[in-house]
């Protein structure tokens, strides 16, 4: 197959599946949610304000109705707007995404550190105590509930080290005195170094343990053990035969981890009171508010997919073998 | 090299990965800093740090849920009447008022030469445009705050200091409907009315900052789920604040609250879990206080006289022998941390009209046993009590006495651990019972009312038995309107429906005799009570904490003044 | 997904040879008894089989009842402590063995026969069969699963029953994708093309020929299968959406995490039930690794392979079906 057609198929088939995503996420809530409004209890709301608020949202057309509807304004970047607030669902998510990301960017790039270099050490002492302990020291952490560990260093970590265990930021640094950039800056990061330690900790076995086995893999191909028998150094082997080869499978699998981890990060934030994308979808979930959720549920679908594709794509980029 | 390029590019994505953390990370950041230093104040002493775990979902009166919304409110909007520390009424903006001999019409005097915090002169014209644009869209728009104008015809500016507001008919409780009215800038608002009123509910005053306020404080600072900032108005015509300022913050859990304010991170933690209280007694830097709190928990039943299923559940002796065999002292000691006292009456422990003549309920399950086995109830071979098969129009088959208990997840308190205490004194006299999380108050409220859209006839048929609290207010009115007919769909959660007692609370709204009023509310507790709509379980206290610095705190003015936030010093 | 087909294709025919390699009969032998690693996993699986089915006779206290102050420290009458009502921790942590294991083989057995049907079917008819088949798992695979799972459980209610079906119809699509290429892989033996010129109809080659071959891959892909769905339930039940009458791993941590078990220095109310996932979690991975290691000699010298690595479900599972 030809490489262009081998992207526009790839690039094709995603946007399939993004408008399949997008009639699944309609059905999903529509058909499941019954009638967000009839919910709705509020302070003295009355009747007649709980029918103005379903007029409003356009629940008492027909379905049909409603899914044009709703492609329509998806088209128009418009998600609706949220039960409970009646604000724009696309403002309730801007905040808690410029939250997450930057914890969840730090969680995985530590995974991947220390993922690679205890997997390339494992590897490097392939059946050595080394690689025994590495191995099942990320075992044990990649067998914990994501939660519980969170609970643990809150317990025993926190305290000790006098890290902040909820929260985005320290509450009134900056409000009505002046912070420097730097001061705010060291007070996010405090805040979100446990959550990303908790996220990282359950994530580097995975990668650990890919990566080990892909160096396994290459180390054992002919050109390593040539190399070997050149007599180059055990360092310049592994570095430059076996990483550099390992990096593909390691680089795609990564890709497709990442749209995962948003979604997987809910735990997390709701552990550490994090105010992210996780901790809003479930509370959400406890308010029924129905197109907050499936707004939310669309984007972390549409992360996968898209993640899905970069895979795709690197993996085309750099293994030969699939373009042929 | 290939190879090359695949190390080049997790490289670059390494590096890629550290920029969006930095960049994120001190975009909003670097942008509030700039912000502060237009404004730039003394020093960080003096202002008052509270952690809560509620948040304000709007600043809108006409839209919002949440109570620490409705506090939010009290702070920045300006209210005719408030409460004082003793729970009297005392004048807010306004400074005296009188009623017209039939007690129809409302003169109340306004404190001259006010003005918002944009400058725009504050007069009762503002109060008169607030209170008629309310009445007229109560239908829709308005509902939520046309609640506490009921009975109002219309509001009149007489002059920039005089406000009459004329009733349809002489009302008992006018002070205490009117204490929850925010008058609103009429010169910002007016706009959103439009043709039908709807853009007074979609307006969000909180992302328009600094709110217009005409209250003790103004907002320059709003974070739904993180920090708002209260600054002192300058020209406020009350008591100024007593703190340089107040930051509210959010927690999504009261571990956290708890852990900052021993920090010092917080000042004052507006609501200490029962279960750390203890816990946060024995820190050294803390005070503790708890005062009577106006919320009691129930058993709720569903009270629909014509609900299709379980109708042994309608029957009073029936519910009075369950509510016999639930241990309230262990719930108190479990749930409240000793934290609670026992209540009977609907109304609850913080009304003064409280009616002291009911029950007490006992706890003896022996006798429990005893009464429900006189009802004919008996046991099958597993222990379950049987119900025999009835006849007649609202007929049901023998069935084993086993039903669902509706609870929802957003109580303060544990509801699990109060579930099961009840589910085991039910075990006790041969009932069994299962727990349905409902989800939020909004979810769980909709399996008790069922469809409500739908037909009347199939509303509050979805449910026997719920687990709930209800937060009470001084004046009894609203407790005890939520077992009224009219309020199905909108508070009720009983599906209780009750021509004679519906017509006792049409007459204590009427009613302005005190004396004659107490009596009739008296006789409605004791209706609620005997029906057992609700097995009244318990009154819990209302538990805050505060840095040992502060002092002048009124915790039981929580959404009742605007001392509340402006009282606290640090001394 | 598609793009490690190649791969995932590679190690599928390797998985194959080695499925045809060892005799079935010999396999556990072979595979499970005589590898260190294995024969640890069981055993600790064995003790927690012990617990949970004998839990009743075993339990100090009944872990329903308030046996003791709240939160009382460990002592000699209450080994583990007590939890926020009172109850037995010890009690409490033997009870929810028996929910968490239950949940997760049943859950697993759901994904199993979803998975193991339609990899069957696919496999088997090929064509639009398999297209149709192929294409409605590569949408289920995009859907992120914990968001899903919560959606599902908040949505359908908290019965035990829900979250048994919830978690299997989530996870069959690893299962449905890997049986898929075994199943292609079998059709092509020469004994089943003779079988089918024999006359034999679909069925019975089906259940005769190939479903003995798949099965100890089948079996390997539920055991793994079993770590999803325990760390399911625990996150289901943590973020409050669980059963809440029965007693889990998954709603101890929850307990402990309502309770204020950390104001209160209650550190043997969070410990144990955590402790108690990761030993059994371990253990699960270990003994489905050992018999995958088996089924494909290959795989003992570090060949890549992807499903092993896609175990956990929250965190960066690694969906390449």
């Known amino acids: 197959m030809r490489g262009s057609d081998y992207i526009v198929r790839r690039v094709l088939y995603a946007l399939v599946t993004v408008f399949v995503a997008v009639s699944l996420n309609f059905v999903l809530f529509r058909a499941l949610s019954g009638d967000a409004v009839t919910a709705l209890r509020c302070k003295q709301c009355s009747k007649a304000f709980k029918e103005a608020q379903r007029r409003d949202l356009g629940l008492d057309e027909p379905l049909w109705v409603q899914y044009k509807l709703y492609l329509g304004n998806l088209a128009r970047f418009d998600l609706g707007n949220s039960v409970p607030s009646e604000k724009p669902v696309r403002g309730e998510l801007i905040e808690p995404i410029k939250n997450s990301l930057p914890m969840v960017a730090l969680g995985t790039l530590f995974a991947i550190v220390v993922g690679i270099a205890v997997g390339v050490i494992a590897a490097w002492r392939r059946g050595t105590a080394v690689d025994k302990g590495g191995l099942y020291t990320a075992l044990a952490f990649y067998s914990m509930p994501t939660q519980w560990l969170g609970l643990m260093l809150v317990f025993f970590v926190a305290g000790a080290v006098g890290l902040p265990t909820s929260g985005i930021k320290t509450a009134t640094l900056g409000l009505f005195t002046d912070a420097s950039t730097w001061e705010l800056f060291v007070d996010r990061l405090r805040h979100m170094i446990l959550p990303a330690l908790t996220l990282g900790l359950v994530l ?115 293994d030969p073998r699939v373009r042929t | 090299m290939r190879t090359r390029n695949v190390v080049g590019t997790i490289a670059a994505f390494a590096v890629l990965t550290a920029v969006v953390a930095v960049l994120v990370g001190t975009g909003t950041a670097g942008a509030r ?45 300006p209210q005719l009447v408030q409460y004082s520390p003793g729970y009297k009424f005392q004048g807010d903006w306004a400074s005296s008022w009188k009623v017209s001999a039939k007690g129809k019409n409302w003169t109340f005097k306004l404190r001259p030469n006010t003005t918002w915090s944009d400058g725009q002169p504050m007069t009762a014209a503002d109060a008169a445009w607030t209170i008629n644009t309310t009445v007229k869209y109560k239908n829709d728009a308005t509902a939520v705050v046309a609640a506490s104008l009921a009975h109002v015809k219309k509001a009149i500016a007489v002059n920039p200091t005089t406000l009459v507001i004329q009733y349809e008919a002489p009302v008992g409780n006018v002070l205490a409907q009117l204490e929850q009215l925010f008058i609103l800038p009429q010169h910002v608002w007016q706009k959103y009315v439009g043709t039908n009123g709807k853009g007074l509910k979609t307006f969000h005053p909180e992302l328009h900052l600094p709110i217009v306020s005409g209250g003790a404080y103004t907002i320059e600072q709003y ?21 340089q300022g107040i930051a509210l913050t959010y927690y999504t859990n009261s571990d956290a609250v708890i852990a900052d304010l021993k920090a010092g991170q917080i000042d004052w933690a507006d609501q200490v879990p029962f279960k750390a209280v203890n816990a946060v007694k024995k820190a050294k830097n803390v005070v503790v206080t708890t005062i009577p709190g106006s919320e009691t928990t129930n058993i709720t039943w569903n009270s629909n006289p014509v609900k299709p299923k379980n109708r042994e559940l309608l029957n009073p002796a029936l519910k009075r022998a369950l509510s016999m065999c639930v241990d309230r002292d262990q719930i108190i000691d479990v749930v409240f941390a000793g934290y609670a006292s026992k209540v009977e009456s609907i109304v609850g422990h913080i009304s003064p009209l409280e009616n002291p003549r009911l029950g007490p309920t006992r706890y003896d399950c022996g006798a429990a046993n005893r009464m429900l086995d006189q009802l004919g109830l008996k046991r099958g071979s597993n222990g379950i009590r049987v119900v025999a098969a009835t006849t007649g129009k609202y007929a049901q088959s023998e069935h084993p006495m086993t039903y669902e208990i509706v609870t929802p997840t957003s109580t303060d308190f544990n509801m699990d651990r109060s579930f099961a205490i009840v589910k ?122 505060h840095a040992k610095g502060w002092t002048n705190f009124h915790p039981e003015l929580n959404g009742y003044s605007k001392l509340y936030y402006t009282s606290p010093r640090q001394s | 997904m598609s793009l490690i087909e190649p791969l995932q294709n590679a190690s599928e025919d390797a998985l194959a040879e080695g499925v045809q390699a060892s005799s079935r009969r010999g396999f556990v032998r072979a595979n499970l008894l005589g590898n260190k690693q294995a024969i640890f996993g069981l055993a600790v699986l064995a003790v927690f089989l012990f617990l949970a089915v004998f839990g009743p006779w075993i339990e100090p206290y009944d872990p329903l009842a308030k046996t003791g102050p709240v939160y009382a420290p460990p002592s000699s009458a209450h080994w583990l402590g007590t939890d926020d009502f009172g109850a037995d921790m010890l009690s409490l942590v033997i009870a929810g063995s028996r929910v968490s294991l239950g949940v997760g083989f049943f859950a697993a057995v759901v994904a199993m026969v979803i998975g193991g049907s339609v990899g069957v079917l696919s496999g088997f008819f090929g064509g639009k069969t398999d297209t149709f088949l192929m294409r409605i798992t590569d949408y ?80 390997a892909n539920t055991v793994l299968m079993v770590a999803v769905a325990i760390f399911a339930e625990t996150y289901i039940t943590f973020l409050g959406l669980g059963d809440p009458s029965t007693i889990s791993w998954g709603r101890l941590i929850e307990n402990a995490f309502n309770g204020e078990a950390t104001i209160n220095n209650a550190w043997w109310a969070i410990a144990p039930p955590g402790i108690c996932v990761t030993i059994v979690i371990l253990a699960l991975t270990m003994v489905g690794q050992s018999v995958e290691d088996g089924l494909n000699p290959r795989l003992k010298v570090g060949h890549l392979s992807v499903r092993r690595f896609r175990l956990r479900p929250l965190n960066g599972k690694l969906n390449s079906g």
């Not at chain 2, 740090?49 to 809108?60: A, F, P, Q």
């Not at chain 2, 004194?425 to 399996?447: N, R």
């Not at chain 2, 005997?530 to 097995?535: A, G, H, V």
Request: hydrophobic share 45%; net charge positive; proline share 4%.
């Open chain 1, 204 to 318: 580097y076995g995975d990668y650990a343990l890919i990566v080990r086995s892909a160096m396994l893999e290459t180390l054992g191909e002919d050109y390593v053990l040539t190399a070997r028998a050149k007599g180059l150094k055990n360092r310049t082997v592994v570095v430059k035969h076996g990483l550099r080869n390992a990096m593909l499978p390691i680089i795609t699998l990564v890709a497709l981890s990442l749209g995962f981890i948003i979604g997987g990060a809910i735990t997390v934030e709701y552990v550490f009171s994090y105010p992210g994308l996780g901790l809003l979808t479930v509370e959400s979930i406890d308010k029924r508010d129905f197109p907050l959720l499936q707004a939310i549920f669309l984007l972390l679908t549409l992360s996968v997919i898209f993640f899905n594709l970069l895979a795709d794509l690197l993996y085309f980029r750099f």
């Open chain 2, 33 to 77: 800093t700039a912000k502060k230093e237009s404004t730039g104040s003394a020093s960080s002493s003096g202002v008052l740090r509270i952690g809560t775990v509620n948040y304000i979902d709007s600043l809108n009166p006409f839209n919002y849920i949440e109570s620490q919304a409705y506090n939010s409110m009290m702070m920045i909007y």
């Open chain 2, 223 to 243: 974070e739904k789920k993180g920090t708002t900032a209260f600054k002192p108005a300058p020209n406020f015509y009350g008591p100024k604040s007593n703190s």
């Open chain 2, 424 to 545: 085991a004194g039910f075990a006790k006299l041969g009932v069994k019972v299962t727990q349905k999380v409902g989800g939020d108050a909004t979810a769980s409220y909709a399996i008790e009312t069922g469809n409500c859209s739908g037909p009347v006839a199939k509303q509050y048929t979805g449910f026997d038995i719920a687990m709930w609290d209800w937060v009470g207010y001084l004046d009894p009115d609203f407790m005890l309107s939520v077992v009224t007919k009219a309020q199905w769909c909108s508070w009720s959660d009983t599906g209780a429906n009750n021509p004679a007692y519906d017509k006792l609370y049409n007459l204590q709204g009427v009613t302005v005799n005190p004396v004659f009023r107490k009596a009739i509310v008296y006789k409605m507790q004791k209706i609620v009570y005997d029906n057992f709509y609700y097995t009244q379980l318990t009154n819990h206290e209302a538990i805050d904490a």
């Open chain 3, 140 to 219: 289920v695979l995009v859907i992120p699963d914990i968001p899903l799972m919560i959606i599902a459980a908040a949505l359908f209610g908290r019965s035990l029953t829900n979250i048994i079906i919830i978690i299997g119809i989530i996870y069959w699509t690893s299962t449905a994708r890997l049986i898929r290429a075994q199943v292609i892989a079998v059709r092509e033996r020469v004994y089943v093309k003779r079988a089918r010129a024999l006359g034999a109809g679909n069925s019975r080659i089906v259940f005769k020929h190939v479903l003995p071959q798949v099965a100890p891959l089948l079996i």
